[in-house]
Structures are given as C-alpha cells and as structure tokens.
C-alpha cells in the first residue's frame, strides 16, 4: 500500500531551516494498523500531510497503492485524495454554513458517483452510528469538539478509501467515544485498506499491529512491551 524511500523534508522557521524528515523510509502494507507516535514538535503531522499527498517531500521517492505519487500534478494528487484517502485531522475544516450531513456527504459529491439521495443517506447512516443521529440538521459551530471529531471520522469514511489517516482522532474524546470511535475505524479494516494513526496514548497505540516512533526525523518500531 505505502512504499516511503529516503523521504528529506525541511520548512524555514523564523528565517531558519528546520529539518523534520531525514532519510526516512516506511512501509505500510493493504490490511494494517499502524499507529504513531513521537514527542510534540517531532514531524508527526508533517508526516500524514505528505503520506496523504497535501504536500512532496524534497527528496525521496513515495508511492501509494502501487502509484509513484510524489511526483503527480497536482489534479492527479486531488484525485488520490478523494478516491483513495480518508483524512481525519485534529482541525476538521468543515464548512460552517452547510449542516452535519452536507458537511459529510462532501467527498461523495466532489466524486460525482452515486444518486443525491444515495449520497444523503450513506452521510446520515454514517452519523447514526457514531451517535450522531440527533445532530443531523446542525451547523458544525454548534457541535462540542468530541461531536466534530466523530463527524470528521463519518467523513473521513464516507468513499471507503483505500488508507485512512487519523491525526489524533481521540483526543477530544471521553472514555466511552473514545472505544465507540476506535471500534469503527477498526470495523472498516480489511485486507485492502491501511490504517494510520497518530496519538499520545499508550493504550490506544496498543491496539496496532504495529507501533512506530518518530523521533529527530527517523522512524523506528517500538516493541510491544515498549507500548
């Protein structure tokens, strides 16, 4: 599924460049669960932005589901988002003035497949089951963080992508959302599709296949009694 060689990446910072990816590699096979973790400030982010093609890396090669991606146009790159990419990041970008299911229903109509109806309906089911029904004709201004966030999951899933990446996706969540939201990301693996998550808690990086670290630019897997 994800095929990452010797990815470089630096931005400029107050005038000065700061380096966040060095020589770094990565594989992530159709069927996984891989979480991520790292100390504040160690690229974590950076890292899903480039994997979910919103940026290149300066040097280095990428590929996604058998596609050299990293260095497509940008309207291929748009097209791989939308089709093969479920984000959930810790700003949810909503549109303020559409309502919960506009706002989940948007990928599906950026891809032009499927009947209106169709469209609404898949939005609706997918709020239904993150506890969401009784928030359907609401603007995204007037939800609580943990609502947004399962909202952003509903969308994140709404074309069935090929890789999922979750920035975080617990963080503004209690105990029992946080087990309700981690058990659909969960039910939606199979062997093709891979799934990406960032987080700080142990207990939730415990539930991955795999564990992996990055720290001063590497990436390194933890063992399971490191987690």
Do not use: W
């Amino acid at each position: 599924m994800i095929r990452a060689r010797s990815l470089n990446k630096t931005y400029s910072e107050n005038g000065r460049r700061v380096t966040v990816f060095q020589g770094l590699d990565l594989d992530c096979a159709a069927g996984e669960y891989l979480a991520l973790m790292g100390p504040s400030g160690a690229g974590k982010t950076s890292l899903l932005q480039l994997l979910g093609c919103l940026d290149r890396p300066d040097e280095g090669s990428y590929e996604l589901d058998g596609e050299l991606v990293s260095d497509m146009a940008e309207e291929e790159l748009a097209a791989i988002r939308n089709h093969k990419i479920g984000f959930v990041f810790q700003t949810n970008h909503f549109v303020d003035y559409l309502d919960l299911v506009e706002n989940v229903a948007l990928p599906g109509r950026y891809a032009g497949t499927g009947e209106p109806a169709a469209v609404r309906g898949r939005a609706v089911a997918l709020l239904r089951e993150l506890g969401l029904g009784h928030r359907l004709d609401h603007l995204p201004g007037e939800l609580s963080g943990g609502e947004r966030q399962r909202a952003a999951i509903a969308r994140a899933l709404f074309n069935r992508p090929r890789l999922i990446l979750a920035d975080e996706p617990t963080g503004n969540l209690d105990a029992q959302h946080t087990e309700r939201t981690l058990a659909l990301l969960e039910a939606v693996l199979d062997p093709g599709i891979a799934l990406i998550l960032v987080t700080h808690d142990r207990a939730v990086a415990g539930r991955a296949q795999r564990v992996l670290e990055l720290r001063e630019g590497y990436l390194q897997e933890l063992p399971a009694c490191a987690v």
